[in-house]
């Protein structure tokens, strides 16, 4: 019996190693499909479209920044205080020689080699940059191996100098290097060309030291709505003209026709806008955009339309242009109470004239026979930044509406006064409005 199996387990051992054998030929083939596949991926330029990937070099390139304002820093700018004239000069020193060794452990290996850097020369190589603010216009990215990426930063230095430098990470070690604008000066590297001749040579490992690592983190919506009303927000109050750029234009024809009238709009606004925080926000995706509409705790509407990260076009407002797919679908009730926000924001956006051309007719000849009477009321009556609260209404007579509200004042709540709207609901999204005196 033992000999008759013998026969069978020897036919079984030996089929088993020809499947084998088969199937290691055939993973070896799919492997290697596989690594064709992925080589391919190898050294194409895109540009970056992940927000997590964007702030990510974003964070690098302010580290860098930040370090090159160590040379020859200015102590009250980074906040160091100092009592006496041989102690200030002993600081900067310190904070230059701090300053120097950090760009030398940022700094990518080939561009100190092929710039000749080193800490005797590196100071004057880079104090023209101290104190500059860059703005991003595009991030392109080239990923070189599995774990090392280039990315090339297209942007300004005080939005009127092309600015560009290359930042290369290694996601092993979470560590980056920087090929700084004189090194893309020096190879000839330029944006305009980036697609045919970008190809930095001599990629290396990157060693690891005390200053070259980076994290990335999740950047969720309501970050990224932040991002977006910190980004104008800081534009306002230190480049008005660029800020003044981002305005959709559409709107801006409407709104704001000239840079004069926006600027007083600004000025008049009464606050902080390096400041602004968001209160609410939401998101709605489009096939042409993202669009984060976002309200400060002035109860300030930003609506921003986003093609690519940080590539938004703004409206401040939302009653210039009229959303009437989403009008279209509200109900009556909510219509009034959407009509009455738009009210508030005009008087808190100072828009007299959009307030005086929705008064009912009769109502406007009665009291308010010109704008300059309106205006006058509104600020007399109203606050500089005003909240509404909805109480008791009716709805008896249709298309009519009167809605009792209470409006505080935003920035102090304990001041507030109720009054009466009546709306007139008319065609699409047209309205007719009057309240008590």
């Known amino acids: ?31 290697i499909i596989n690594h064709e596949e992925k080589h391919t991926e190898y050294d194409e330029i895109a540009t970056v479209k992940d927000r997590d990937e964007y702030y990510m070099v974003k964070t690098i390139l302010n580290k860098y920044f930040n370090t090159i304002n160590l040379l020859d820093a200015d102590l009250n700018t980074i906040g160091v205080m100092y009592e006496t004239k041989e102690e200030e000069e002993r600081l900067i020193e310190e904070y230059t020689n701090i300053g120097i060794e950090q760009l030398q452990q940022l700094l990518d290996k080939e561009a100190i080699h092929s710039l000749n850097l080193d800490k005797d020369n590196i100071k004057e190589a880079f104090i023209k940059y101290k104190n500059t603010n860059y703005s991003i216009e595009k991030i392109y990215i ?88 910190y980004d104008y927000g800081y534009l306002v109050s230190n480049y008005p003209e660029e800020a003044y750029k981002l305005l959709d234009e559409e709107y801006k024809n409407i709104r704001f026709p000239t840079f004069e009238e926006y600027n007083t709009y600004i000025k008049q606004s009464n606050k902080n806008n390096s400041l602004l925080k968001i209160k609410n926000y939401s998101i709605e995706e489009t096939e042409e955009a993202t669009i984060f509409t976002c309200i400060d705790e002035y109860g300030d509407t930003y609506i921003f339309k986003d093609k690519d ?81 909805f109480k008791a209404h009716n709805k008896d007579m249709e298309p009519t509406y009167v809605y009792n509200v209470n409006i505080k004042n935003i920035e102090n709540k304990e001041e507030n006064r109720d009054i009466k709207f009546v709306i007139k609901l008319l065609e699409g999204t047209d309205f007719v409005m009057s309240f008590e005196i």
């Not at 009127?160 to 090929?179: A, H």
């Not at 000849?365 to 300059?372: I, K, M």
């Open 1 to 31: 019996m033992k000999k008759n199996l013998l026969p069978i387990l020897i036919a079984i051992i030996i089929i088993c190693i020809i499947l084998i054998v088969i199937l290691l030929i055939l993973l070896k083939d799919k492997i």
């Open 142 to 229: 080239v990923q070189k191996n599995i774990n090392t990426n280039l990315y090339y930063i297209k942007g300004q230095l005080d939005y009127k100098t092309e600015f560009n430098v290359v930042v290369k990470t290694d996601s092993y070690t979470n560590t980056f290097s920087i090929y700084p604008s004189q090194y893309l000066e020096f190879k000839n590297y330029h944006h305009s060309n980036i697609e045919t001749d970008f190809n930095i040579e001599g990629i290396e490992y990157i060693e690891k030291n005390n200053n070259n690592s980076y994290e990335k983190n999740v950047i969720t919506d309501l970050v990224m709505a932040q991002y977006y009303l």
């Open 309 to 389: 990260i940080m590539n938004y076009k703004l409206q401040l407002d939302g009653y210039t242009l009229k959303n009437e797919e989403y009008y279209s679908k509200l109900k009556k009730e909510e219509k009034v109470k959407y009509n009455i926000r738009q009210i508030i924001s005009m008087i808190n956006m100072q828009d007299y004239k959009s307030v005086y051309d929705i008064l009912d007719i009769n109502f406007r000849q009665n009291n308010f026979a010109t704008l300059s009477k309106l205006e006058e009321y509104i600020k007399t009556n109203f606050y500089h930044h005003n909240e509404v609260a």
